[in-house]
């Protein structure tokens, strides 16, 4: 624990100015960052006695080693400031509001020649038009579903368009006319993109003035006596009228506006937002956080308004922000969203009227998302805790390991060793921080030294960062990039702290506890490795699989923790995670391996034309037989190639024959049969 006094600056350095200011700790991480009207005075208050502070301030200075700041001109020029900080830096004691879902859009891409309708989730994309967010997606396509048969625009996929065109057939929506089918020419690129706006224009609430043209439309068309096309308007005003029944309207003046409304307690608060558009809820979404800051409910008003709005631009901005409570000072949130939209936007607090009920409503959303989600987190949060509790006092630490790196190693008999590292912080793994490792001081299988080897680079990258007081920019010798394992990643996805040149830091900061996946050798070997580094103060354990005993290092007895303990569990969910990523990477490098062919090694020779070769001759074994001249009739491969390719594979050895172990088939191309894959996993570890 610091003594703020330690790094307060000199009451003269301070400039009484706006501006944004870092605390960092004593590993250079950024841990806070907020912004302030007269740096000098709002700094001052982190100084004071630090019983007059707020639990969770005191908590923050205490853990800081540092402070510095950056002056800017405006106040406004400070908000945006400080949120491109949170969003590079993500502090752990900054109010992070957290997604309680992955809501799904209704998008129109209009950046595609011929613009498309379909769900989106995820981060937005440049030249797409967005509705919503929606609850659940089957919503969104009850909703398309009926307006086109207004406005038949595409919603098929590149490749089944791709596949209609070349065929001159459209897919069954041409034919049932849900689709004005673009793919085979029935409607031209321009007045498909007139359609596509058409349906965007109704979706953004300009309903009224089309439904009155096709009333008119229709009265036209009867009076005429086109009687069909009549009834067809008809029917299309029905399907318009009930796709605009599915929101009802809550303001009936049209109004565009974002309700913003907060729930809270002393630990928690919760953020229900309101997306009205023509007078209609057009989307809803909710968010919750951890209070690791004091905050009052402007505060978090403001943080969500950040959020909210931090990267959009123009008509995303409604003209009105209704919230619950203004932020302190109002002026600056409401100059920066007024820039965002590029028109005059007004933040207030509703009095009076359809808006003030219309808010207490989505105040008690707010009241129930924060219910629900503590009623799902409190056991959650408090088997945590006391997990980390148990392994401090299991361990003999002096406190609980709030951050845990797992170290594990994986091959196939000797072949494709390769390490992982885990990162657990707080209980709960932290993707971002994986690392992934090839063993590169030896030849074979000596689990003891790769573990000795791994642990040694990461903590000797430790150090380096240490002596740089906080500047990262080299990558890791021998570390590969993280690996994913088909899912997002919300931490990458958020920021975190990155390089001036965009990457990720690499082992900035040092763990209180490394577990490893194995017994008394392989600790010994990462306690070995940290002693050879001067490394003191960082706790080693492992975990063997056998009987899930604890080693400690220089103990004869392993540490054994009862079977429902949850310091045991927690430790295996490390364990378990370091051997899941481990041996993800060890098979993709095997898969690689055995995917390898002679062809890869003949300069000038792409994927293409490889590809090409291959097809052409149905097999390598049927390659390698061919002669020049035949080699040169592929498309595309020359004399000089054709002759690059039989020296390369008159050089390299014939594999030998691969047999299929379930029917006794010999297999003439070089690949191998799954069940021989099937087989090697097995051995693999």
């Given at each position: 624990?610091?003594?703020?006094s330690s790094y307060?600056?000199k009451?003269g350095?301070?400039?009484?100015?706006?501006g944004?200011?870092?605390?960092?700790?004593?590993?250079?991480r950024?841990?806070?960052?907020?912004?302030?009207?007269s740096?000098?005075?709002?700094?001052?208050?982190?100084?004071?006695?630090?019983a007059?502070?707020?639990?969770?301030t005191?908590?923050?200075v205490?853990t800081?080693?540092s402070?510095?700041?950056?002056v800017?001109?405006?106040?406004?020029e400070?908000l945006?400031?400080?949120?491109?900080?949170?969003?590079?830096?993500?502090?752990?004691?900054?109010?992070?509001y957290?997604?309680?879902?992955s809501?799904?859009?209704?998008?129109v891409?209009?950046n595609e020649?011929?613009?498309r309708a379909q769900?989106m989730?995820g981060?937005?994309k440049k030249?797409?038009?967005?509705?919503?967010?929606?609850?659940?997606?089957w919503a969104?396509?009850?909703?398309v579903?009926?307006?086109?048969?207004?406005?038949?625009?595409r919603?098929?996929?590149?490749g089944?368009f791709?596949r209609s065109?070349q065929i001159?057939?459209?897919?069954?929506?041409g034919y049932?006319?849900?689709?004005?089918?673009?793919c085979?020419?029935?409607i031209?690129?321009?007045?498909?993109?007139e359609?596509?706006e058409?349906f965007?224009?109704?979706?953004?609430?300009r309903?009224?003035?089309y439904?009155?043209?096709?009333?008119?439309?229709m009265?036209d068309?009867a009076?005429?006596?086109?009687y069909?096309?009549?009834a067809?308007?008809?029917?299309?005003?029905?399907?318009?009228k009930r796709?605009?029944?599915?929101s009802?309207?809550?303001?009936?003046?049209?109004t565009?506006?974002?309700?913003i409304?907060v729930?809270?307690d002393?630990?928690?608060?919760?953020?229900?937002i309101?997306h009205?558009?023509?007078?209609r809820?057009r989307?809803?979404?909710?968010?919750?956080?951890?209070?690791?800051e004091?905050?009052?409910?402007?505060?978090?008003?403001?943080?969500?308004l950040q959020q909210?709005?931090?990267?959009?631009q123009g008509d995303?901005?409604?003209?009105e922000?209704?919230?619950?409570a203004?932020?302190e000072?109002?002026?600056?949130?409401a100059?920066w969203?007024?820039q965002?939209?590029?028109?005059q936007?007004?933040?207030?607090?509703?009095q009076?009227?359809?808006k003030?009920?219309?808010?207490a409503?989505?105040g008690?959303?707010?009241?129930?998302?924060?219910?629900?989600?503590?009623?799902?987190?409190?056991?959650d949060?408090?088997?945590?805790?006391r997990a980390?509790e148990?392994?401090?006092?299991?361990?003999?630490?002096?406190?609980v390991?709030?951050?845990i790196?797992?170290?594990?190693?994986?091959?196939l008999?000797?072949?494709d060793?390769v390490?992982?590292?885990?990162?657990?912080?707080?209980?709960?793994a932290?993707k971002?921080e994986?690392r992934?490792?090839?063993i590169?001081?030896f030849q074979?299988q000596?689990?003891?030294?790769?573990?000795?080897?791994?642990?040694?680079?990461?903590f000797?990258?430790?150090?380096?960062e240490?002596?740089?007081?906080?500047?990262?920019t080299?990558?890791?010798d021998?570390?590969?990039p993280?690996?994913?394992?088909g899912?997002?990643?919300p931490?990458?996805?958020?920021g975190g702290?990155?390089d001036?040149?965009?990457?990720?830091?690499r082992?900035?900061y040092?763990?209180?506890l490394?577990?490893?996946?194995g017994?008394?050798?392989?600790v010994a070997a990462?306690?070995?490795?940290?002693?050879?580094?001067?490394i003191?103060?960082?706790?080693?354990?492992?975990?063997?699989k056998r009987?899930?005993?604890?080693?400690l290092?220089e103990?004869?007895?392993p540490?054994?923790l009862?079977r429902?303990?949850?310091?045991?569990?927690l430790?295996?969910?490390v364990?378990?995670?370091?051997?899941?990523?481990?041996?993800t990477?060890?098979?993709s490098k095997r898969?690689?391996r055995?995917?390898?062919?002679?062809l890869?090694?003949?300069?000038?020779l792409?994927?293409?034309?490889?590809?090409a070769l291959?097809?052409h001759f149905?097999s390598?074994?049927r390659l390698r037989a061919a002669t020049?001249d035949?080699?040169?009739?592929v498309?595309?491969?020359g004399r000089?190639t054709?002759e690059?390719?039989?020296?390369a594979l008159?050089g390299?050895a014939?594999s030998a024959?691969?047999?299929?172990?379930?029917?006794?088939?010999i297999?003439e191309?070089?690949?191998v049969p799954?069940?021989?894959?099937?087989?090697?996993?097995?051995?693999?570890?």
């Amino acid at each position: 624990m610091a003594d703020p006094s330690s790094y307060r600056p000199k009451p003269g350095q301070i400039p009484d100015s706006p501006g944004v200011y870092k605390f960092r700790d004593e590993h250079g991480r950024v841990i806070y960052v907020g912004k302030a009207k007269s740096l000098r005075q709002r700094l001052a208050n982190y100084f004071q006695d630090l019983a007059g502070l707020h639990p969770r301030t005191r908590t923050m200075v205490t853990t800081a080693a540092s402070v510095e700041w950056t002056v800017v001109s405006t106040e406004v020029e400070a908000l945006q400031l400080e949120y491109s900080w949170i969003k590079e830096f993500d502090p752990r004691f900054n109010v992070k509001y957290r997604d309680d879902k992955s809501y799904p859009y209704l998008a129109v891409t209009l950046n595609e020649e011929f613009p498309r309708a379909q769900v989106m989730r995820g981060a937005k994309k440049k030249g797409v038009r967005y509705f919503g967010p929606y609850a659940h997606a089957w919503a969104i396509r009850e909703t398309v579903d009926l307006m086109l048969r207004v406005f038949p625009v595409r919603t098929c996929s590149a490749g089944v368009f791709k596949r209609s065109a070349q065929i001159g057939r459209p897919c069954l929506l041409g034919y049932i006319g849900k689709c004005s089918a673009p793919c085979v020419g029935r409607i031209s690129p321009g007045e498909h993109r007139e359609l596509a706006e058409e349906f965007c224009d109704f979706m953004a609430g300009r309903t009224g003035a089309y439904i009155r043209r096709l009333e008119k439309q229709m009265q036209d068309a009867a009076e005429e006596m086109e009687y069909e096309r009549a009834a067809r308007l008809r029917d299309d005003i029905g399907a318009l009228k009930r796709a605009m029944e599915k929101s009802a309207v809550v303001l009936a003046d049209a109004t565009d506006a974002d309700l913003i409304a907060v729930a809270e307690d002393e630990l928690e608060a919760a953020v229900q937002i309101f997306h009205v558009r023509g007078g209609r809820v057009r989307g809803q979404r909710g968010w919750v956080t951890d209070k690791v800051e004091a905050v009052t409910t402007g505060d978090l008003v403001e943080h969500a308004l950040q959020q909210l709005y931090g990267e959009e631009q123009g008509d995303a901005v409604p003209k009105e922000v209704l919230v619950p409570a203004l932020p302190e000072p109002v002026e600056p949130v409401a100059q920066w969203l007024t820039q965002r939209r590029g028109s005059q936007v007004s933040l207030r607090i509703p009095q009076r009227g359809d808006k003030k009920d219309l808010m207490a409503t989505v105040g008690r959303n707010a009241q129930q998302a924060l219910a629900l989600h503590k009623t799902k987190r409190a056991s959650d949060l408090t088997t945590r805790s006391r997990a980390l509790e148990e392994i401090a006092e299991a361990l003999g630490l002096d406190s609980v390991p709030l951050r845990i790196e797992c170290f594990d190693i994986s091959h196939l008999q000797g072949d494709d060793v390769v390490a992982s590292m885990v990162v657990f912080e707080d209980g709960l793994a932290r993707k971002s921080e994986y690392r992934r490792f090839q063993i590169k001081g030896f030849q074979g299988q000596d689990d003891v030294r790769s573990m000795h080897e791994v642990v040694g680079r990461r903590f000797k990258r430790y150090l380096q960062e240490k002596q740089k007081s906080g500047e990262w920019t080299e990558e890791p010798d021998g570390a590969a990039p993280v690996e994913g394992d088909g899912q997002a990643d919300p931490d990458r996805a958020a920021g975190g702290p990155v390089d001036d040149d965009g990457r990720p830091k690499r082992f900035a900061y040092p763990p209180q506890l490394v577990v490893v996946d194995g017994g008394a050798p392989q600790v010994a070997a990462a306690r070995r490795a940290l002693d050879e580094l001067g490394i003191d103060d960082v706790a080693v354990c492992g975990l063997a699989k056998r009987l899930e005993e604890v080693w400690l290092p220089e103990d004869d007895d392993p540490v054994v923790l009862p079977r429902s303990s949850e310091g045991l569990y927690l430790l295996q969910r490390v364990r378990d995670e370091a051997h899941r990523f481990a041996i993800t990477y060890q098979r993709s490098k095997r898969t690689k391996r055995l995917k390898s062919s002679p062809l890869d090694t003949v300069a000038g020779l792409g994927d293409t034309r490889r590809q090409a070769l291959l097809k052409h001759f149905g097999s390598l074994k049927r390659l390698r037989a061919a002669t020049i001249d035949e080699i040169c009739e592929v498309p595309g491969v020359g004399r000089k190639t054709a002759e690059t390719v039989a020296a390369a594979l008159a050089g390299a050895a014939p594999s030998a024959p691969a047999v299929n172990t379930a029917t006794g088939e010999i297999i003439e191309d070089d690949g191998v049969p799954p069940a021989a894959l099937s087989a090697e996993r097995g051995q693999e570890r």
